[in-house]
């Protein structure tokens, strides 16, 4: 089981923040994202938390979305791994998820897409991945996308 406690999204000059630490635990997460399913996720101790160990458990934004990638962006999210099993599933950032039609709504149930974050204590960057040096265990980990287009 794994928790986002905060994340945000720079396109220019606009942020966008969740406001999780500021509510109280429920079972909805908020208007502003779509978590697939909904019913593994839910607001605890200020964190989006999954409480499924089923894989490709996701949360979108329904309020933004990258849609020039010729212009700078940034995306960060504050992690934490609650519980370690053998089907780590990996915690971190998908972006390009694209349906077919290319609907902000059909996008969240988009299953592909380019993966940055950490699985079995490895960073993973697209198709590629390195050791990290220590266990990430209980801690908070941000992971951080700056892009900056040549």
């Excluded at 993973?124 to 265990?137: C, E, F, M, P, R």
């Amino acid at each position: 089981m794994d928790r986002k406690k905060a994340s945000s999204i720079k396109n220019g000059i606009l942020a966008v923040k969740d406001n999780w630490a500021n509510t109280h635990d429920r079972v909805w997460l908020g208007g502003e994202f779509w978590a697939n399913p909904m019913e593994n996720w839910c607001v605890k101790n200020g964190a989006a938390e999954c409480v499924s160990r089923g894989g490709n458990r996701s949360i979108h934004s329904l309020t933004h979305q990258l849609a020039d990638f010729t212009k700078n962006f940034e995306v960060s999210v504050v992690i934490q791994r609650l519980e370690e099993n053998k089907n780590d599933g990996g915690l971190g950032i998908r972006l390009g998820a694209r349906s077919d039609i290319n609907e902000y709504r059909s996008n969240c149930f988009e299953q592909s897409g380019y993966d940055l974050g950490i699985k079995n204590n490895e960073l993973v960057l697209g198709d590629k991945s390195t050791a990290l040096s220590d266990s990430i265990n209980d801690n908070d980990i941000k992971l951080q996308l700056i892009a900056k287009p040549a």
